[in-house]
T-cell receptor
């Protein structure tokens, strides 16, 4: 059973457009939701993350929107650039001092056309 | 500061062979992880370690073994390789656990078992 469901599987956006990737979860104990960016041949790297006490977090052109009641969160990439072409993974984890696993979505391959 | 390094980058194994995937980090991180990434499936946790001498199973540990004799190194051992172990393997580390600490990923090892 997949703890975090991600869509779409792939996305093509024109340069300057908005890219939107969605994730949904079931476990209400999750309280940390990072997004990772992965370029071909590289490991994932943390892009931006949010905790459920806020509904939105923005860092430059990247914004996470969080809907606690719907148990959904999404990544918005404004003014998408060809350099943003990569695979994006959402993830979820629960907090606390003990070890907590991350559960990753299945990934979205973004292609930004020049 | 090299971050997280993994060797080899690529490997082809025959069914039944064994091998060790190497992982090292130079950030003095307590936590280290091994993930596998299958196409369209996101990352799944194989094993993790909360410090030297302490390891535990993740979601998909069968067919693998780990050890953590030092803070820096966390090798993953495959015994009796099977085609189902064909995957990309990522090692990661973090200073603290779960939502409290960003995970830093290595570049990955692409393993094919034929």
């Amino acid at each position: 059973q997949q703890q975090v469901k991600q869509s779409p599987q792939s996305l093509i956006v024109q340069k300057g457009g908005i890219s939107i990737i969605n994730c949904a979860y079931e476990n209400t104990a999750f309280d940390y939701f990072p997004w990772y960016q992965q370029f071909p041949g590289k490991g994932p790297a943390l892009l931006i993350a949010i905790r459920p006490d806020v509904s939105e977090k923005k860092e430059g052109r990247f914004t996470i929107s969080f809907n606690k009641s719907a148990k959904q969160f999404s990544l918005h990439i404004m003014d998408s650039q060809p350099g943003d072409s990569a695979t994006y993974f959402c993830a979820a984890s629960s907090g606390g001092a003990n070890f907590n696993k991350f559960y990753f979505g299945s990934g979205t391959k973004l292609n930004v056309k020049p | 500061n090299a971050g997280v390094t993994q060797t080899p980058k690529f490997r082809i194994l025959k069914i039944g062979q064994s091998m060790t995937l190497q992982c090292a980090q130079d950030m003095n991180h307590n936590y280290m992880y091994w993930y596998r990434q299958d196409p369209g499936m996101g990352l799944k946790l194989i094993y993790y370690s909360v410090g030297a001498g302490i390891t535990d199973k993740g979601e998909v540990p069968n067919g693998y073994n780990v050890s953590r004799s030092t803070t820096e190194d966390f090798p993953l051992r495959l015994e009796l390789a099977a085609p189902s172990q064909t995957s990309v393997y990522f090692c990661a580390s973090s200073l603290v656990s779960g939502s409290l600490g960003e995970q830093y990923f290595g570049p990955g090892t692409r393993l094919t078992v034929t």
